[in-house]
Every structure is written in C-alpha cells, then in structure tokens.
C-alpha cells in the first residue's frame, strides 16, 4: 500500500486522503476532503490576545478528523465564505 504524507496528519494512501494517526478516510484524491471532516468555528475576536480591532464577524475553522479528532487544518474566514479547499492530486 503505497502512502505519501501530504501534511502532518493528512496522507495520500492509494487514492485516497486519510488521516495520518488512524487512517479514517476524508475521500478520494483529487475531490475537497474538508466536508468529511469534523468543523467547529469560534470567533477570533473571543480567543485569547485578540486585539479590539478584531471584526467580530471572522472566525477560525478547525477541521479535524472524525475518528480521532486530530487537527487536520484551520482557517479564518466570514462566516459565509466557503472553506479555502485543498484538493490533493493523485
């Protein structure tokens, strides 16, 4: 089974993109893996040292893996904007 590490806890693994610490698979290789992931959002404006300046309105995403909850990735974003997908080519 050939795998290639494409982040620190994401591989590729014969087509497919899999979590590095239990393998559960996010999807085909080559299609956005986000949507199989675990979402939670929290306003940066409510993390610790955020500035005043802050916009209450951006949150950051954190993706994690549905069967261990590993941070897979995060973003920061408005609410609405679609997630910034990665799509990893075969």
Do not use: Y
């Not at 693994?13 to 959002?41: E, F, Y």
């Amino acid at each position: 089974m050939s795998q290639r590490r494409i982040s620190p806890a994401l591989a590729q693994r014969s087509g497919r993109i899999v979590c590095m610490h239990c393998s559960h698979d996010l999807g085909p290789a080559g299609q956005p893996w986000k949507h199989s992931a675990k979402l939670s959002t929290q306003p940066v404006c409510q993390l610790p040292g955020a500035g005043s300046g802050v916009n209450p309105s951006v949150v950051l995403r954190r993706f994690a893996c549905p069967g261990c909850a590993t941070l897979l990735d995060s973003e920061v974003a408005l609410p609405d904007d679609p997630f910034l997908d990665d799509v990893v080519l075969s």
